[in-house]
């Protein structure tokens, strides 16, 4: 296991006005075609994005920009909250309406791909003289796309995890590098922490959402366990690797009490970690930009390794459903947020990672890596990566790991327990 009707008005204006005479007599010489030198009216390419705030400006700046570059197609861009997002396209896929191009990520595109909405890019480029094709991408991000020996997405920013750490906190603890192993993860979480400062060395999600499980997911795999036998049809995350996994977060809570057992999301963790009584968290590069504004010296470095270095690996595709109204304009828009520039333009402005190393070698994104090099582990973590199992049921068995997780942070069940009861329901729904 490696590593998302609406109406679309067409408007042409291609009549030709003829006059007649009254008494059959033949039409008057040159009388003036009104539509004579007018343009033809632009076709609609609806795109649905679920990239809010900054990230969203970015969206529409670019849509205008290829708006501006070309006179066949308008691209209209439409926010949809990230939570509604997959509830809005079912919904607009079962009307028989979906939008022409939609931001997924790589569990949505496992749930849409085939007969349940998306088509596939192969079929979508097929009489196009320029191809998109899977080796332009980073080969961590190809089993997302690809199944079947055909491509049903394309990737246009990524998304790892890495480690964020307080150098200030560090250099008074007498840490002079991340920590690099689990033994170590652990050594200075006890350094960081101090009780009578309510300082904690590290923070770990702990709500049942499907963010507690991405997180554990890359400790999981850098134990050398896995979610699902290869067929997909058993879990295995419940193995003596997944527990070992998840005995070392509760470890941290319970045995060593470097982690707080509060109610963590990821909008908490950097809320808290913003205070400056945090040593560590684990998080993704969107937080890099926010990170600057911090009242200490925020750094990055790769997750530690165990058997081997493994992350999580997210971010956005952009996918076209199967009754899609403008399946060419939607090609030549991602065709235009594929080309280098704008690409880097995308992923400098959301704080994300580029899924082509032509991207990467833009001098644009070069000058953004030299002022920025929190982004460099980010950069580096993407030959490590692993996507989510590529099964539409993966958000659902996420969140019943999520919930295994907390109960055994709260000391409910022990590891074993919990993975194993949360395996119960994951071979229930891996049946479905």
């Not at 795109?47 to 205008?64: D, M, P, R, T």
């Not at 003289?129 to 690809?146: H, T």
């Not at 833009?362 to 990566?385: I, R």
């Not at 590529?390 to 907390?406: D, F, H, L, M």
């Amino acid at each position: 296991m490696r590593k998302m009707k609406w109406s679309l008005a067409v408007l042409l204006t291609s009549s030709v006005a003829l006059s007649a005479c009254s008494g059959g007599s033949a039409p008057a010489k040159n009388e003036a075609n009104p539509n004579k030198g007018k343009p033809a009216a632009k076709q609609t390419v609806n795109f649905l994005y679920a990239l809010a705030g900054a990230n969203g400006e970015i969206v529409q700046s670019l849509a205008k920009k290829f708006n501006e570059s070309q006179d066949k197609y308008t691209v209209n861009p439409t926010f949809v909250p990230p939570d509604q997002r997959m509830e809005k396209i079912f919904t607009e896929i079962a009307a028989g309406s979906p939008p022409d191009l939609f931001t997924a990520g790589p569990p949505d595109i496992a749930a849409l791909r085939g007969s349940k909405g998306l088509m596939t890019i192969d079929e979508l480029m097929k009489d196009k003289p320029k191809k998109i094709k899977a080796d332009q991408f980073y080969e961590s991000l190809r089993p997302v796309i690809m199944k079947d020996d055909k491509m049903w997405g394309v990737p246009i920013s990524a998304g790892v995890a890495a480690l964020y750490y307080n150098e200030d906190l560090f250099k008074q603890a007498g840490l002079t590098k991340p920590p690099e192993t689990w033994e170590e993860v652990v050594e200075y979480a006890k350094k960081l922490t101090d009780p009578s400062k309510n300082q904690w060395g590290l923070l770990l999600p702990t709500k049942e959402v499907l963010f507690t499980n991405n997180q554990w997911s890359a400790f999981l795999w850098q134990n050398g366990g896995d979610y699902f036998t290869p067929d997909m049809k058993q879990a295995t995350f419940n193995s003596p690797k997944g527990v070992e996994a998840l005995q070392l977060w509760v470890d941290l809570v319970q045995k060593h009490k470097v982690t707080p057992l509060q109610q963590m999301d990821e909008n908490t963790i950097t809320q808290t970690f913003a205070t400056g009584k945090v040593g560590m968290f684990i998080g993704f590069p969107l937080w890099i930009t926010q990170s600057k504004a911090f009242p200490f010296v925020t750094k990055t470095a790769q997750l530690p390794k165990r058997e081997k270095a493994a992350t999580y690996l997210g971010g956005w595709y952009l996918t076209v459903p199967s009754e899609s109204k403008n399946k060419d304009g939607a090609y030549e828009f991602i065709q235009f947020l594929l080309q280098p520039e704008n690409s880097a333009a995308w992923n400098i402005g959301m704080g994300s990672l580029p899924t082509q190393p032509a991207t990467l070698q833009t001098k644009e994104y070069q000058e953004f890596v030299s002022k920025t090099p929190l982004v460099e582990p980010f950069s580096k973590s993407l030959n490590e990566a692993i996507a989510p199992p590529p099964t539409e049921n993966y958000s659902k068995v996420g969140t019943t790991i999520s919930k295994a997780i907390v109960k055994a942070l709260y000391g409910k069940l022990t590891p074993q327990q919990a993975l194993d009861e949360a395996a119960q329901e994951a071979n229930k729904l891996l049946q479905k």
